[in-house]
């Protein structure tokens, strides 16, 4: 069983930064894709960023260029380097690891005023 911990959210003024993070522990297949995704307020949740096993990172449209997903195998973290951060990027952030069962999070609420 895989738990997934998420930190590093809190409240920044926009064109601000931050840095959050995913450590994972219990059983953690190295080939596994990790991802971040977020749900504001009234809205479903979306795909933010995705980190492949073999370095592929993808973006949804609305952070490229702003946001930088990363991971650290030897660590089982994973990170999203926010910047120029806007109030619509106000969520909360969960990341996942997909798999025959995709595991959660429980989420960081990060607040751009």
């Known amino acids: 069983h895989v738990q997934l911990v998420e930190s590093g959210g809190g409240s920044v003024e926009a064109g601000g930064s931050l840095r959050i993070t995913c450590v994972a522990s219990?059983?953690?297949?190295?080939?596994?894709?990790m991802a971040w995704h977020r749900r504001s307020p009234g809205k479903r949740r979306e795909p933010v960023a995705s980190?492949?096993?073999?370095?592929?990172?993808k973006y949804a449209d609305s952070v490229k260029g702003r946001f930088t997903g990363s991971r650290d195998d030897a660590k089982n973290t994973v990170y999203l380097q926010m910047n120029s951060l806007k109030p619509e990027d106000s969520a909360v952030y969960y990341c996942?690891?997909?798999?025959?069962?995709?595991?959660w999070g429980q989420g960081t609420q990060v607040t751009v005023s």
């Open positions: 996942v690891q997909y798999g025959g069962d995709n595991y």
């Open positions: 219990g059983y953690i297949p190295g080939n596994r894709c």
């Open positions: 980190v492949d096993a073999d370095g592929t990172i």
